[in-house]
């Protein structure tokens, strides 16, 4: 059986809380991932945020009308009121993380088994897992497809 150390994506990709949302967006597109951890100054993570949380975020402020929160705008929605599309994007890019991130975080330490991160991932409902040192410092993330990839080393 493999460690947490061993599947874990390093150097795990990370955010401020005090980041805003525009930047984090550039991020998570730039390296076409779903979702960081926040961090604080000593590193250590305080809460996660994902495409999920910037989504349901969106809906709330009504940046645009969205049919559920797939994220997909309904084909019934008015969007003709561009001035209020546009206030709700400049609203929506000039948030910080710390509005808007999943503040119940479940993290792993990297010397667990890799079966225990997948259990955490099943249990929680979760796409991925900070993963921590002794310290409690971020030291790398497991994700889904590093759970897919550790299932097809398995012999």
């Known amino acids: 059986m ?9 150097p795990a990709l990370s955010v401020k809380a005090d980041r805003t949302i525009k930047e984090t967006l550039d991020l998570l597109a730039e390296k076409r991932i779903s979702g960081l951890p926040v961090v604080d100054n000593d590193n250590k993570v305080i809460g996660v945020i994902s495409d999920t949380d910037i989504i349901r975020y969106a ?4 940046v645009v009308p969205l049919s559920n929160l797939s994220g997909w705008v309904s084909p019934y929605a008015d969007i003709s009121d561009l001035a ?8 929506l890019h000039t948030t910080t993380v ?7 975080v479940f993290t792993i330490h ?3 088994d890799a079966a225990d ?3 955490l991932m099943n249990r929680r409902k979760i796409n991925r897992i900070p993963v921590i040192d ?3 410092k971020l ?17």
Request: aromatic content about 4%; hydrophobic content about 35%; glycine content about 6%.
């Open 98 to 104: 710390d509005k808007v991130m999943t503040k119940k």
């Open 117 to 119: 991160a997948a259990q």
């Open 139 to 155: 030291v790398g993330i497991v994700t889904r497809s590093d759970m897919v990839q550790c299932m097809a080393k398995m012999k």
């Open 2 to 10: 493999f460690t947490v150390k061993e599947i874990m994506t390093t």
């Open 110 to 112: 990297q010397d667990a």
């Open 59 to 62: 809906h709330q402020i009504s």
């Open 84 to 91: 209020t599309m546009r206030k709700g994007f400049k609203t």
């Open 134 to 136: 002794s310290d409690g």
